[in-house]
């Protein structure tokens, strides 16, 4: 049996994070909160904290719901170790991007959960056995709404497209290096 904790404790912690961001405001932010200076001057933890910190509560919970569908099926497909290199780096993939396109500033979940769709990507064409059949997508559909949504997301202001660029990318290298052999 696979237990799926790592879903629910990813989500969970972004949630608990953000109450303690309104209790103590700006204080967490200010010690977590990416910022392409204070990396470069080694503050290297802010690859990770930044992205269990969220700037309002609709980015909070909209992540919090995407990190508990699509990770549910990648945790399910690859189990929770595995899953959580994916998700992990995903997010040091996110904020790599951010600092590669030189953002100042970025917080939120949403460069694991684009690493998510990357790595379900990559199982859909690479290992489709991998993806239980009932939670199964037809893959035309689920390429679709990928597109679909990032064309939409390129319209609105104030998202970190290299954010999201960096976790996907990274999302799928991983899941191609951990999935199981066919």
């Known amino acids: 049996a696979n237990p799926r904790w790592l879903s629910y404790g990813v989500s969970l912690a972004c949630v608990l994070v953000f109450v303690l961001q309104r209790l103590f405001f700006p204080w967490v932010e200010?010690?977590?909160?990416?910022?392409?200076?204070?990396?470069?001057?080694?503050?290297?933890?802010?690859?990770?904290?930044?992205?269990?910190?969220?700037?309002?509560?609709?980015?909070?919970?909209?992540n919090a719901i995407c990190l508990l569908g699509l990770g549910l099926l990648v945790e399910r497909s690859l189990g929770s170790a595995r899953a959580a290199l994916v998700m992990a780096?995903?997010?040091?993939?996110?904020m790599g991007g951010s600092y590669l396109a030189g953002y100042q500033w970025a917080v939120g979940a949403s460069g694991i959960v684009a690493g998510l769709v990357g790595g379900l990507i990559w199982l859909e064409f690479r290992r489709s056995e991998q993806i239980p059949v009932i939670w199964r997508i037809p893959r035309q559909l689920f390429v679709g709404a990928v597109l679909a949504e990032s064309i939409v997301l390129l319209y609105v202001p104030g998202v970190a497209h290299a954010a999201h660029l960096g976790g996907f990318l990274t999302g799928a290298l991983v899941t191609a290096a951990l999935a199981p052999p066919e």
């Open 89 to 94: 780096a995903s997010g040091l993939g996110a």
């Open 30 to 62: 200010l010690a977590g909160v990416f910022s392409k200076e204070l990396v470069a001057l080694g503050e290297w933890w802010r690859l990770l904290t930044a992205n269990f910190l969220h700037a309002f509560l609709l980015h909070l919970v909209l």
